[in-house]
């Protein structure tokens, strides 16, 4: 038997072989509510399935570039056969109800797995899931992250570690590889997928400072990353995935800050730090892998050129079509005064143990400029709390007045919406218990 890999967009990877077809976060759509570039795969999905059915569809985490719910039901309906989900039995099941919520799967057709537990598959080919433990490599204290997760898939013919993006410090590494050895799963992978940037805000929305500067200095720090990540995961071959994307529609026009070096530059960078050539670093754009009894062939991929982000430039907001609703300054005033007025105390204990103080800049149109800020007459300004005692950092958040109706609403996470607002934060320091923080100020 032989197993074939192929690492298509971001995290969205395949395992095939005469007994399955495994996909794991399969993502072809726009994202983070239309913010993020969707690719033009459909076709190659249909005729990919025609050649094989799907067995299993593996959900990382709840994000819109996991969870691609256009595409799980477009997948669907190509097939005859029902697939089965594999998630995570997360604390908060707000996975599992988003996908029940579609109707296109019943409870029958998702798997939830306890952490660490080992899952047969198909005949010989198992599977396991791997817990979130913090926010970022920066050691957090305030909560209690269970949110995403990492998977381990493994059969006769090779080992394999997914990281997805999922954020894992030093510490949490030692802590998964230990508990991994006590369950009789060794550090011996043949191949990894490990995460090179990071998905996320900074330094693009963040305006009071030099984005192009920070911007290389952040692929440097997640290279670093990267790389003493994959020295701890012991593996033959590596393979960069992870937080990758391109921005679209409106903000395409910060895609020059975003801190997301090409694989060309990833495996350059990786090899003047692995100057042993200890670990095979591989592109996963231009080749797909077999695996026989543990041994690896390169095979050229056919597939690179349906997975590249398609940008439109049109200049539209996405959160146009999404709510009518018109700015009201003065409802918006009164539903944060009544959201602030009844908050629970747990959520306001967590902001009160806070380095950050949180302020809102609200306006009638998302601004992306900082020339554009001054000029918004139509604008809510609100301290978060603001009877709280000075804190040692502040964030202001510009956004507009939809992004605010959907995270106070429950509509859509913070985690999501930040992709849409621009930042100030003095001095510039990272607290990543403030960011997560405001996926609970919420009505």
């Not at 025609?50 to 997948?75: A, R, V």
């Amino acid at each position: 038997m032989t197993t074939n890999i192929y690492h298509y967009r971001n995290s969205s990877i395949e395992i095939c072989n005469k007994n399955l077809r495994l996909l794991m976060d399969p993502w072809i759509n726009s994202a983070n509510l239309g913010s993020w570039a969707g690719c033009n795969a459909k076709k190659f999905f249909n005729k990919k399935t025609k050649i094989q059915t799907i067995d299993f569809i593996y959900i990382s985490h709840l994000h819109s570039d996991h969870f691609d719910i256009k595409l799980l039901k477009y997948l669907k309906k190509i097939q005859k056969k029902k697939f089965k989900i594999i998630i995570k039995k997360f604390r908060d099941n707000r996975l599992k109800k988003k996908i029940l919520s579609y109707n296109f799967l019943k409870k029958k057709d998702i798997i939830e797995l306890e952490n660490y537990e080992i899952y047969e598959l198909k005949r010989d080919n198992y599977f396991c899931i791997l817990p979130q433990l913090s926010a970022s490599v920066t050691i957090n204290k305030l909560i209690n992250y269970d949110l995403d997760t990492s998977c381990i898939f493994f059969n006769k013919d090779v080992k394999l570690y997914n990281q997805v993006d999922n954020p894992y410090s030093p510490l949490d590494l030692k802590k998964i590889i230990s508990h991994l050895k006590k369950i009789g799963i060794k550090n011996d992978y043949d191949m990894s997928f490990i995460p090179y940037c990071a998905a996320s805000e900074y330094p693009q929305g963040y305006i009071n400072l030099n984005r192009k500067s920070e911007k290389n200095k952040i692929i440097d720090k997640c290279l670093k990353i990267f790389y003493d990540t994959s020295k701890n995961i012991k593996t033959k071959y590596l393979v960069p995935a992870g937080g990758t994307y391109k921005l679209d529609l409106i903000y395409s026009k910060l895609n020059s800050y975003l801190a997301v070096p090409n694989n060309k530059q990833v495996i350059k960078k990786y090899k003047l730090f692995d100057k042993n050539n200890k670990i095979n670093i591989l592109d996963g754009e231009k080749y797909f892998f077999e695996f026989n009894n543990r041994k690896m062939k390169l095979k050229k991929s056919y597939y690179k050129d349906y997975f590249k982000s398609y940008i439109n430039k049109n200049g539209k907001d996405p959160l146009d079509n999404m709510i009518k609703n018109k700015f009201n300054s003065k409802k918006i005033k009164n539903k944060l005064e009544l959201l602030e007025k009844n908050f629970g105390s747990k959520k306001l204990e967590i902001y009160t143990k806070l380095k950050t103080s949180i302020s809102l800049e609200i306006y009638d149109k998302q601004p992306l400029k900082i020339s554009q800020l001054k000029s918004y007459k139509k604008k809510v300004s609100h301290t978060i709390f603001n009877n709280e005692k000075k804190k040692i950092i502040t964030l202001k958040v510009h956004m507009s007045f939809k992004v605010l109706y959907l995270l106070i609403n429950s509509i859509i996470s913070w985690n999501e919406l930040q992709a849409l607002c621009l930042f100030e934060r003095k001095p510039n320091i990272y607290e990543p218990d403030a960011n997560f923080w405001l996926n609970l100020y919420k009505l």
